[in-house]
């Protein structure tokens, strides 16, 4: 089975700095994707990253980018220049290629100080 | 058009009626999916659609039923529902069921009395 743990229930971020999130995941397969999903209150979930397995340049969008270190199973993202709007819980997720469904980790909760 | 769209936004019923939850996406995606989230947890997948089949049902009590009428379309059938079964309803939809992200629909946010 496929876990995705994410240590940190709760961060919070000074507006304009730096925020990195922790994800680590466990499989035994080769083939996977991970992402990291960003769920405003009361608000939709949107998708902020996506990082193939096979690839080894780290993803990046915009002020998002993430660190991933597949021999440690590791998915970390990155928030640069924090803005109020990017207050939300953030979800890191597993999808292996044959599986139809995605693992989700407990989320974590950033809160964005002005 | 990149959107996922879900009636109603909120629904109150009670532990004898009986209501459908609706989801609509006019992006092509071919697997289509239903989530139930409590409050400040991670949605928990409930079905997954693919090319119109169910190929997923993650032990869902009988008392939801999914329907997709077409590659456009997903139902949730709900009849008997407990208190605990208050909860948000997502639907997701995604390119295609073995890769890609999926697309989220803003929930349906449903009490039952």
């Known amino acids: 089975a496929q876990t995705v743990t994410q240590s940190q229930p709760e961060m919070s971020v000074q507006e304009a700095e730096t925020v990195t999130l922790s994800c680590t995941y466990d499989t035994s397969e080769s083939d996977y994707y991970l992402f990291w999903y960003k769920q405003p209150p009361s608000r939709q979930m949107i998708l902020v990253i996506r990082q193939e397995a096979y690839k080894q340049q780290n993803a990046t969008e915009n002020r998002f980018s993430v660190n991933f270190q597949k021999a440690a199973k590791s998915f970390s993202l990155k928030i640069s220049d924090s803005q109020l709007g990017d207050a939300a819980m953030y979800f890191c997720?597993?999808?292996?290629?044959?599986?139809?469904?995605?693992?989700f980790g407990d989320g974590t909760t950033l809160t964005v100080k002005p | 058009d990149t959107e996922v769209t879900q009636t109603p936004k909120h629904l109150v019923m009670g532990m004898t009626n009986k209501k459908s939850l609706k989801c609509e996406q006019h992006?092509?995606?071919?697997?289509m999916y239903w989530y139930k989230q409590k409050a400040k947890k991670p949605p928990e997948l409930m079905f997954v659609?693919?090319?119109?089949?169910?190929?997923i049902n993650e032990s869902v009590p009988s008392r939801f039923s999914p329907e997709c009428p077409n590659s456009s379309l997903l139902n949730l059938h709900l009849h008997a529902l407990q208190p605990e079964d208050s909860a948000l309803y997502l639907c997701a939809s995604s390119q295609d069921p073995q890769i890609y992200e999926q697309y989220f629909g803003p929930g349906t946010r449903l009490t039952v009395t």
């Open positions: 997720a597993h999808k292996i290629l044959r599986a139809g469904k995605s693992t």
């Open positions: 992006m092509g995606h071919r697997a």
């Open positions: 659609y693919s090319y119109e089949k169910l190929s």
